[in-house]
């Protein structure tokens, strides 16, 4: 088993701007669905890592995500969370509860940042900032990381979760993986990224079956990364 090596040769400056505009209109229309992509392999990975991902307030325990198409939904009253010197922004439907907390990991300590916010569904909605020291990833592949972050995931989720279904997604000059998990009675979508030395996190979970109302789609297509 990989454990996660540390040491990245540069640092990004960080930048976060509140008034980032979104990628979506006020009333946001999903495209079109398309076929799900073949699942990908997971290995398991650094479980400092993998605590620090899933640190989420335990938003990723009450998930879901459903195949029937996304709804058109007005987001026009959503909240821009673009934290200052975080490396994102993007749309929540309410303002989010903020926590934080500090892992350990054979790099040295991992600062954590999450922001949350559940509806009355309990389709969750939450971003996980993982910023590691100068150099913390270098010596790892993006894919290690990438699947490390979704196997572990899986497992904080619940048994019986399993990823099903996993793609690469781009985002401006960042590529990353989209996964969808399930199998269990819960359910997530997530997106993971790379960012120098930080490991961001985004991800809507819910209830196994609990359709998507658009505001996931929404969420997602909202995310931008400021760096």
């Known amino acids: 088993?990989?454990?996660?090596?540390?040491?990245?040769?540069?640092?990004?400056?960080?930048?976060?701007?509140?008034?980032?505009?979104?990628r979506h209109p006020a009333v946001?229309?999903?495209?079109?669905?398309?076929?799900?992509?073949?699942?990908?392999?997971?290995?398991?990975?650094?479980?400092?890592?993998a605590a620090a991902l899933a640190g989420n307030g335990g938003d990723t325990t009450d998930s879901t995500?459903?195949?029937?198409?996304?709804?058109?939904?007005?987001?026009?009253a959503w909240v821009t969370v673009s934290p200052a010197g975080e490396v994102f922004s993007i749309q929540m439907p309410k303002t989010p509860a903020v926590s934080t907390s500090t892992v350990k990991s054979d790099a040295g300590p991992g600062a954590v940042s999450n922001w949350s916010y559940a509806d009355s569904s309990k389709r969750s909605f939450?971003?996980?900032?993982?910023?590691?020291?100068?150099?913390?990833?270098?010596?790892i592949a993006?894919?290690?990381?990438?699947?490390?972050?979704?196997?572990?995931?899986?497992?904080?989720?619940g048994a019986g979760t399993k990823v099903s279904a996993s793609s690469?997604?781009?985002?401006?000059?960042?590529?990353?993986?989209?996964?969808?998990?399930?199998?269990?009675t819960s359910s997530a979508v997530v997106e993971i990224f790379i960012v120098a030395?930080?490991?961001?996190?985004?991800l809507v979970a819910g209830?196994?079956?609990?359709?998507d109302n658009g505001s996931a789609a929404a969420f997602f297509a909202s995310l931008q990364i400021t760096a």
């Open 1 to 22: 088993m990989r454990r996660l090596a540390i040491v990245l040769l540069a640092v990004l400056s960080l930048a976060a701007c509140s008034s980032a505009i979104p």
């Open 28 to 49: 946001y229309s999903p495209a079109a669905a398309t076929d799900l992509p073949e699942p990908t392999t997971i290995s398991a990975g650094d479980s400092a890592l």
């Open 65 to 76: 995500e459903s195949a029937a198409p996304a709804a058109s939904i007005d987001t026009s």
């Open 126 to 139: 939450g971003v996980t900032r993982v910023r590691f020291g100068p150099g913390a990833l270098s010596r």
């Open 142 to 157: 993006a894919g290690t990381i990438f699947d490390t972050a979704a196997s572990m995931i899986a497992t904080q989720i």
């Open 168 to 184: 690469d997604v781009t985002l401006g000059k960042y590529t990353g993986r989209s996964v969808k998990l399930g199998g269990g």
């Open 197 to 202: 030395d930080e490991v961001l996190c985004v």
């Open 207 to 211: 209830p196994a079956g609990l359709a």
